[in-house]
């Protein structure tokens, strides 16, 4: 049956990089969990390249029993690379532990502090009392 399909080329580009984003969602979760999938296709893209190209696939079969397998790991290995750089983004956004909102200053990392450490005085409201 595998000598019947060495004689079909690997498929389109398209599918290759179809089939192996939803092989590496099922079976690398941890790794692609963060990774969006037009990042994730541009990464097994540019590792297909690296390989030398859709024509270094061969044949179907050829594709099935070492290409597919070969490409997954060189993506890997370009998410866990490039997933070690942080974004400029994720940096932005990370939480200053150094800032007046820690909870060694009063705080818990979210929330300004309460009583005495805090920055602003509370605002009082002027609420008519109730009358019995």
Do not use: W
């Not at 200053?96 to 060694?104: E, L, V």
Request: hydrophobic share 30%.
């Amino acid at each position: 049956m595998m000598d019947y399909y060495s004689e079909f080329p690997a498929p389109p580009n398209y599918k290759v990089i179809h089939e192996v984003s939803l092989e590496l969602y099922k079976k690398y979760p941890q790794d692609t969990l963060n990774v969006e999938m037009l990042k994730l296709q541009k990464y097994i893209k540019q590792s297909l390249e690296d390989m030398g190209g859709h024509s270094r696939l061969g044949s179907y079969t050829g594709y099935i029993v070492f290409g597919k397998h070969d490409l997954i790991q060189r993506t890997l290995a370009k998410i866990r690379t490039c997933s070690k750089e942080q974004s400029p983004l994720e940096e932005y956004l990370k939480v200053d532990t150094d800032s007046n909102m820690s909870a060694s200053n009063g705080g818990n990392g979210f929330l300004p502090p309460i009583g005495s450490k805090r920055l602003d005085p509370p605002i009082k409201h002027n609420l008519p009392s109730e009358k019995s």
